[in-house]
């Protein structure tokens, strides 16, 4: 009988009528429904599962929550500088900014990954869509794991880095989601003056939106790669001198007494008294060649409260500082001076040419000219050379700057002579 009645149709009769009013209430509900699940269901492969590193296993795509306490172990992980094409069929884990993503159709994705200065494309391919809607949906700048294998486009992809590979993605996680909308972007911060005064259309990023917005202004390629010479500068200094024989030392900054004369120090309230932020290693220096280390070299902040005349403010900057001894001519220091910056120089030109092209791309400039050894002047001939070459203000002020006068002027900052006594 269960049977008989499960099969059988309602009993109608049993149910009281709806009206005309109720049963447009009752579909139009029935619609909205659907409408909210067939939704609540594109909303979920396009955002994807929340998964953690202990059950990456349960989906091929998603968003992944880090926990320190929390480990995978059977990730090796793969720099996108290193996606080369000897690693052609290869299946390695990279971990990457979202750069740009283009979707062509159900069932395939196109991706632009970005780490540091180096970008690779990665395609999204799957014949159900879930991943590649997921992947289509991710917003620029998010950070993404990514498991694939490495393959060789039949062309070149001339807007990457790595021009020859593109990553056949497996698998794809979202680390940490950008927000939808950026700020700025970094397609319009990293344009050059000459691509904004060739099409006026095109966003200019102001400063203060870059200032205000330093993190992400800071990705872009030019201020990725000054950051990185400033860095081979004083890896190119130190390995220098620390191959000369030279000592490195590290000299207080924060001291208890105002240095070389007390001009222009920054004071600073210390627990009652006062500081002062070191304006220069010198002192330390020379207490060092006087205690025999005889060769020493310093990489460090100095501070100094002082308005500059050029565009570049000299408050605080890294100073790089050497002292050393000389048997009998000062020119021993001169030589060595000049092998110094020969091997800076040289330095960046052999193993940062990538880096100086990333920043040539955006603020063009020509080529260092140096040579070996360097152009040395007399004290006179470089005041004639500033007289005639330099800028208006140092020259204006250079019109009766001979020997005498800057004397007396040496004489005007050092300290009054005490009142005579009686």
Known sequence: ENAQGHGSMPDDSAAPALSRAELKAKRAAERATAASKKESGKSETVLGPSLQLPNLHESDYGNVF????????????TTVSELVPALNKQKVWVRARLCTSRRQGKALTFLTLRQG???VQAVVFAKEGSIVAFAAGLPKESVLDLFGEISLPAESIASCTQQGVELQVERLYAVSR??????????????SDADLAADPSLVRVN??????????????????AIFRLQSAVCQCFRSFLLSEGFTEMHSPKLIGTASEGGADVFKVE??????????SPQLYKQMALMADLERVFEVAPVFRSENSLTHRHMTEFTGLDMEMTFYEHYHEVLDMLDRTFNAVFDGLNQHHSTEINKVRAQHPFADLRYSYPCLRLSYKEAMALLRTKGPPKLEAALKLADEPVAIARLKERLPAPPPPRG
Do not use: K
């Open 178 to 191: 950008a927000v939808p909308t950026l700020p700025l972007q970094l397609e319009d911060a990293s344009r």
């Open 270 to 279: 210390y627990f009652g008294g006062d500081a002062y932020l070191a304006q």
């Open 117 to 119: 200065m180096s970008t």
């Open 207 to 224: 400063q203060d939106v870059r200032l205000n917005h330093r993190v992400i202004d800071l990705r872009t390629s030019a201020n990725q």
């Open 66 to 77: 880090i926990q320190s306490h929390s480990r995978c172990e059977t990730r090796t992980w």
